[in-house]
């Protein structure tokens, strides 16, 4: 599976918040939500807004449309 990429730099890597409580994610080319294992899958569509989240590694933000 191929994942879509952070416009800015170029990871793989995305965040759902700037905070603690932040869900890490990868898109796929799909447009899917594949979380990082270890976290519960149920939560990330409650979690992470499409139109709103962060790269992993940047400060790059954006939506689903921008990758
Ligand atoms: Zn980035």
């Known amino acids: 599976m191929d994942y879509r990429i952070c416009p800015?730099?170029?990871t793989t890597y995305f965040v759902s918040a700037r905070s603690d409580e932040k869900i890490v994610?990868?898109?796929s080319d799909s447009s899917e939500l594949i979380t990082v294992p270890g976290q519960a899958f149920d939560e990330i569509y409650l979690t992470i807004d499409p139109l709103r989240f962060y790269c992993g590694a940047c400060s790059w933000s954006g939506g689903?449309?921008?990758?």
């Open 25 to 27: 994610f990868h898109v």
């Open 8 to 10: 800015s730099c170029g």
């Open 64 to 67: 689903m449309h921008d990758l």
